[in-house]
Protein backbone atom coordinates (compact mmCIF):
# COMPACT_ATOMS: atom_id res chain seq x y z
CA UNK A 1 0.00 0.00 0.00
CA UNK A 2 1.48 3.20 -0.95
CA UNK A 3 2.47 5.91 2.04
CA UNK A 4 -0.09 8.81 0.46
CA UNK A 5 -2.68 7.83 -1.58
CA UNK A 6 -5.26 9.93 -3.85
CA UNK A 7 -7.61 9.46 -6.17
CA UNK A 8 -6.02 11.78 -9.34
CA UNK A 9 -9.31 12.70 -10.62
CA UNK A 10 -10.32 14.87 -12.48
CA UNK A 11 -12.85 16.37 -10.88
CA UNK A 12 -14.49 18.27 -13.30
CA UNK A 13 -17.11 20.20 -10.74
CA UNK A 14 -19.75 23.83 -12.01
CA UNK A 15 -18.63 26.86 -10.67
CA UNK A 16 -20.14 27.34 -7.26
CA UNK A 17 -20.57 23.57 -6.46
CA UNK A 18 -19.42 21.80 -3.43
CA UNK A 19 -16.45 19.50 -3.73
CA UNK A 20 -14.67 17.28 -1.26
CA UNK A 21 -12.32 14.50 -2.19
CA UNK A 22 -10.20 12.22 0.29
CA UNK A 23 -7.05 11.13 0.77
CA UNK A 24 -5.58 7.75 2.77
CA UNK A 25 -2.40 7.52 4.79
CA UNK A 26 -0.89 4.07 5.57
CA UNK A 27 1.49 5.35 8.81
CA UNK A 28 -0.91 5.19 11.72
CA UNK A 29 1.94 7.32 13.41
CA UNK A 30 1.70 10.05 11.49
CA UNK A 31 1.76 13.05 13.11
CA UNK A 32 1.06 15.96 10.86
CA UNK A 33 -1.39 16.52 8.00
CA UNK A 34 -1.76 19.08 5.13
CA UNK A 35 -2.82 20.31 1.58
CA UNK A 36 -0.87 21.90 -0.64
CA UNK A 37 -2.24 23.59 -3.71
CA UNK A 38 -0.22 23.33 -7.15
CA UNK A 39 -1.29 25.13 -10.04
CA UNK A 40 -0.38 24.27 -13.60
CA UNK A 41 3.79 24.44 -14.29
CA UNK A 42 4.02 26.33 -10.39
CA UNK A 43 5.40 25.62 -7.23
CA UNK A 44 3.23 23.83 -4.68
CA UNK A 45 1.55 26.28 -2.00
CA UNK A 46 0.58 25.43 1.44
CA UNK A 47 -3.13 25.52 1.40
CA UNK A 48 -3.94 24.50 5.05
CA UNK A 49 -2.80 22.47 7.75
CA UNK A 50 -5.61 19.81 9.18
CA UNK A 51 -6.17 19.36 13.14
CA UNK A 52 -7.60 16.42 14.44
CA UNK A 53 -10.74 18.88 15.28
CA UNK A 54 -11.29 19.86 11.78
CA UNK A 55 -10.23 23.48 10.64
CA UNK A 56 -12.03 25.62 8.47
CA UNK A 57 -10.39 28.75 6.35
CA UNK A 58 -13.14 30.93 4.42
CA UNK A 59 -14.83 28.29 1.94
CA UNK A 60 -12.31 25.73 2.64
CA UNK A 61 -12.90 22.99 5.45
CA UNK A 62 -10.54 20.03 6.20
CA UNK A 63 -11.06 17.33 8.41
CA UNK A 64 -9.03 13.52 9.93
CA UNK A 65 -10.37 10.66 10.46
CA UNK A 66 -7.51 9.12 12.34
CA UNK A 67 -9.55 5.54 12.72
CA UNK A 68 -9.96 5.33 9.18
CA UNK A 69 -6.46 6.92 8.61
CA UNK A 70 -7.73 9.32 5.87
CA UNK A 71 -8.08 13.31 5.81
CA UNK A 72 -10.36 15.12 3.82
CA UNK A 73 -10.98 18.21 1.53
CA UNK A 74 -14.30 20.33 1.17
CA UNK A 75 -14.56 23.47 -0.96
CA UNK A 76 -17.77 25.11 -0.66
CA UNK A 77 -19.07 27.74 -3.45
CA UNK A 78 -16.36 26.57 -6.14
CA UNK A 79 -14.94 29.34 -7.97
CA UNK A 80 -12.98 29.02 -11.08
CA UNK A 81 -9.99 30.23 -9.62
CA UNK A 82 -10.02 27.19 -7.28
CA UNK A 83 -8.85 24.68 -10.60
CA UNK A 84 -5.74 22.92 -9.41
CA UNK A 85 -4.09 20.26 -7.99
CA UNK A 86 -4.25 19.17 -4.36
CA UNK A 87 -1.68 17.27 -2.53
CA UNK A 88 -1.91 15.57 0.27
CA UNK A 89 1.02 15.75 2.60
CA UNK A 90 1.21 13.87 5.32
CA UNK A 91 4.52 13.87 8.37
CA UNK A 92 5.59 11.18 9.91
CA UNK A 93 6.28 10.68 13.92
CA UNK A 94 9.86 11.59 15.02
CA UNK A 95 10.04 15.07 14.97
CA UNK A 96 12.08 17.44 12.79
CA UNK A 97 11.48 18.73 9.57
CA UNK A 98 12.07 15.76 7.55
CA UNK A 99 9.30 13.17 6.74
CA UNK A 100 6.79 14.79 4.73
CA UNK A 101 5.12 12.69 2.00
CA UNK A 102 3.40 14.01 -1.05
CA UNK A 103 0.65 12.67 -2.38
CA UNK A 104 0.57 12.60 -6.46
CA UNK A 105 -2.46 14.75 -5.74
CA UNK A 106 -6.27 15.37 -7.28
CA UNK A 107 -6.65 16.98 -10.19
CA UNK A 108 -9.77 19.77 -9.49
CA UNK A 109 -11.53 21.57 -12.94
CA UNK A 110 -13.89 23.93 -12.74
CA UNK A 111 -15.99 25.13 -14.97
CA UNK A 112 -18.12 27.93 -15.62
CA UNK B 1 10.32 39.74 0.20
CA UNK B 2 11.76 37.15 -1.86
CA UNK B 3 11.00 33.78 -2.66
CA UNK B 4 12.81 30.56 -3.11
CA UNK B 5 15.34 31.28 -6.39
CA UNK B 6 16.02 28.75 -8.67
CA UNK B 7 17.96 28.97 -11.86
CA UNK B 8 17.67 28.05 -14.20
CA UNK B 9 13.91 27.67 -14.70
CA UNK B 10 14.73 25.29 -17.81
CA UNK B 11 17.42 23.11 -18.70
CA UNK B 12 17.50 20.93 -22.04
CA UNK B 13 20.99 18.65 -22.26
CA UNK B 14 21.41 15.86 -24.08
CA UNK B 15 22.38 12.23 -21.97
CA UNK B 16 25.94 12.05 -20.66
CA UNK B 17 25.97 16.24 -19.47
CA UNK B 18 26.51 17.32 -16.13
CA UNK B 19 23.47 19.68 -15.04
CA UNK B 20 23.80 21.86 -12.04
CA UNK B 21 20.47 23.02 -10.30
CA UNK B 22 20.78 26.42 -8.37
CA UNK B 23 18.88 26.76 -5.57
CA UNK B 24 19.05 30.29 -3.12
CA UNK B 25 16.42 29.60 0.58
CA UNK B 26 14.65 32.37 1.95
CA UNK B 27 16.82 34.42 3.91
CA UNK B 28 17.00 32.82 7.36
CA UNK B 29 15.36 29.89 6.95
CA UNK B 30 17.47 26.59 8.58
CA UNK B 31 16.45 24.26 6.28
CA UNK B 32 16.86 23.26 2.79
CA UNK B 33 14.81 20.74 0.55
CA UNK B 34 15.47 18.90 -2.99
CA UNK B 35 12.63 17.59 -4.32
CA UNK B 36 11.88 16.02 -7.70
CA UNK B 37 8.50 15.97 -9.45
CA UNK B 38 7.73 13.44 -11.92
CA UNK B 39 4.07 12.26 -13.45
CA UNK B 40 4.83 8.81 -12.55
CA UNK B 41 6.08 9.34 -9.24
CA UNK B 42 4.45 12.50 -8.17
CA UNK B 43 6.75 14.81 -5.39
CA UNK B 44 9.94 12.72 -4.07
CA UNK B 45 12.46 14.26 -1.38
CA UNK B 46 15.88 14.16 -2.75
CA UNK B 47 17.81 15.53 0.15
CA UNK B 48 17.45 18.17 3.02
CA UNK B 49 20.31 20.68 5.01
CA UNK B 50 19.91 21.62 8.35
CA UNK B 51 22.38 25.09 8.90
CA UNK B 52 23.93 24.04 5.57
CA UNK B 53 25.20 20.43 6.69
CA UNK B 54 22.79 17.61 4.81
CA UNK B 55 20.88 15.33 7.10
CA UNK B 56 19.11 12.88 4.99
CA UNK B 57 19.97 11.74 1.33
CA UNK B 58 18.07 9.12 1.22
CA UNK B 59 16.11 9.77 -1.19
CA UNK B 60 19.06 10.51 -3.60
CA UNK B 61 18.40 8.07 -6.35
CA UNK B 62 22.09 7.50 -7.32
CA UNK B 63 25.87 8.27 -7.12
CA UNK B 64 25.21 10.50 -10.59
CA UNK B 65 23.38 12.95 -7.90
CA UNK B 66 25.06 15.14 -5.69
CA UNK B 67 23.94 17.79 -3.40
CA UNK B 68 26.38 20.78 -1.74
CA UNK B 69 24.96 23.76 0.38
CA UNK B 70 28.37 26.02 0.70
CA UNK B 71 26.73 28.15 2.85
CA UNK B 72 23.55 29.47 3.97
CA UNK B 73 22.16 30.93 0.72
CA UNK B 74 23.16 29.30 -1.82
CA UNK B 75 22.59 25.04 -2.29
CA UNK B 76 23.54 23.16 -5.84
CA UNK B 77 22.35 20.06 -7.35
CA UNK B 78 24.25 18.37 -9.64
CA UNK B 79 23.81 15.28 -12.40
CA UNK B 80 26.45 13.72 -13.56
CA UNK B 81 26.20 11.67 -15.75
CA UNK B 82 22.86 13.34 -17.04
CA UNK B 83 20.26 10.51 -18.17
CA UNK B 84 16.78 10.63 -19.80
CA UNK B 85 15.15 9.70 -17.10
CA UNK B 86 16.55 12.24 -14.84
CA UNK B 87 13.69 14.28 -16.93
CA UNK B 88 11.63 15.94 -14.29
CA UNK B 89 10.82 19.24 -12.63
CA UNK B 90 13.32 19.55 -9.70
CA UNK B 91 12.17 21.80 -6.85
CA UNK B 92 14.34 23.56 -3.89
CA UNK B 93 12.26 24.26 -0.56
CA UNK B 94 12.90 25.96 2.68
CA UNK B 95 12.11 26.18 6.13
CA UNK B 96 12.24 28.33 8.80
CA UNK B 97 13.50 25.88 11.94
CA UNK B 98 11.37 22.95 12.84
CA UNK B 99 8.28 24.82 11.30
CA UNK B 100 6.60 22.28 8.41
CA UNK B 101 5.89 24.75 6.35
CA UNK B 102 7.76 24.10 3.56
CA UNK B 103 8.39 26.95 0.98
CA UNK B 104 8.83 26.08 -2.70
CA UNK B 105 10.83 27.78 -5.18
CA UNK B 106 9.28 27.74 -8.98
CA UNK B 107 11.56 24.66 -10.05
CA UNK B 108 13.38 23.83 -13.01
CA UNK B 109 11.95 21.63 -15.42
CA UNK B 110 14.82 19.67 -16.44
CA UNK B 111 14.71 17.66 -19.92
CA UNK B 112 17.46 15.11 -21.26
CA UNK B 113 17.28 14.17 -24.70
Known amino acids: RKEVEQDPGPFNVPEGATVAFNCTYS??????FFWYRQDCRKEPKLLMS???SGNEDGRFTAQLNRASQYISLLIRDSKLSDSATYLC?????????????FGKGTHLIIQP | DAGVIQSPRHEVTEMGQEVTLRCKPI?????LFWYRQTMMRGLELLIY????????DSGMPEDRFSAKMPNASFSTLKIQPSEPRDSAVYFC???????????FGPGTRLLVL
Open chain 2, 93 to 103: ASSPGHQETQY
Open chain 1, 27 to 32: NSASQS
Open chain 1, 50 to 52: VYS
Open chain 1, 89 to 101: VVKKSGGGADGLT
Open chain 2, 27 to 31: SGHDY
Open chain 2, 49 to 56: FNNNVPID
